[in-house]
């Protein structure tokens, strides 16, 4: 029997991926624009690199064993990566990078975006022991889409206030109209990204809510979050 093929190139952005974790974890930490603009860049590469390994291992029969655990591991680092010092620098940073109407980002709403994420695994592992693949839902693709924007809107606005300190691009018109844009922005999709965040896990309960009474729900073959 040959041997599985490890370094496919879905596998080789994926570990990618994973490597690039750490790098936009730091980056914000470190004081100027410039680190945040390439910690911004970096996530912007990586979010995109999650939109097609998993679509290029399918196009190029390239799924392997290896990739499935992989992909899901990278996730939920580039997750935790980016929303340790999302919730660090608005805490404890909070008068130069607030976001409008939050102020900061609440311990209960990162802990709900990782809980849903560990949740999921679990749930996935339980069904996958009973011969159940759970697809993914339409909502829960959108929370991801939603969830990424305010990640890297909010890295993006670090950058942007370190830059109006800076240069005080925020003097004049457009540097106020953008700011205010772009705070919203942030402050709307974190708002969204939670509402998704419960409802997208209500739907997933719902109707795979058999495998905890022992039945065998109906589901499709898929992945995804």
Same mark, same amino acid.
């Given at each position: 029997?040959? %041997? ?9 952005? /994926?570990?990618?991926?994973? %490597? ?24 912007? %590469? ?12 399918? =196009?190029?029969?390239?799924?392997t064993d290896?990739? $499935?655990?992989? *992909?899901?591991?990278?996730? $939920?680092?580039?997750?935790?990566? /980016?929303? &340790? ?12 990078? =607030? ?17 849903? =994420? &560990? ?14 693949? #759970?697809? %993914? ?11 990424? #924007?305010?990640?890297?809107?909010? #890295? ?5 206030? *370190? ?12 540097? =106020? ?44 073959p898929g992945?995804? /979050?």
């Amino acid at each position: 029997m040959a %041997a599985e093929r490890v370094w496919t190139l879905p596998n080789i952005l /994926t570990l990618a991926r994973i %490597a690039l974790s750490p790098v936009i974890a730091l980056l914000p930490f470190i004081e100027g624009w410039t680190p945040k603009l390439i910690a911004f860049v970096v996530f912007l %590469a990586a979010a995109i690199s999650d939109i097609y390994d998993g679509r290029l291992a399918r =196009e190029r029969k390239e799924i392997t064993d290896l990739g $499935k655990i992989l *992909d899901p591991l990278a996730d $939920k680092l580039l997750l935790f990566a /980016t929303l &340790v010092p999302i919730y660090w620098i608005t805490h404890y940073r909070m008068r130069t990078y =607030e976001i409008p109407w939050w102020g900061s980002v609440p311990l209960w709403v990162a802990l709900l975006l990782v809980g849903r =994420e &560990v949740l999921m695994t679990v749930l996935r592992q339980v069904a996958k022991r009973r011969g159940v693949v #759970i697809a %993914a839902a339409g909502a829960g693709k959108l929370k991801t889409i939603v969830q990424d #924007i305010f990640i890297g809107a909010t #890295i993006a606005w670090f950058a942007w206030k *370190d830059l109006t300190a800076t240069f005080g691009w925020h003097r004049g018109w457009l540097g =106020e109209l953008w700011d205010r844009f772009h705070g919203i922005v942030v402050a709307v999709t974190l708002a969204t990204a939670v509402l998704l965040t419960v409802y997208s896990l209500g739907v997933y309960l719902y109707r795979y809510r058999r495998l905890f009474a022992g039945g065998q729900p109906h589901g499709a073959p898929g992945d995804g /979050t």
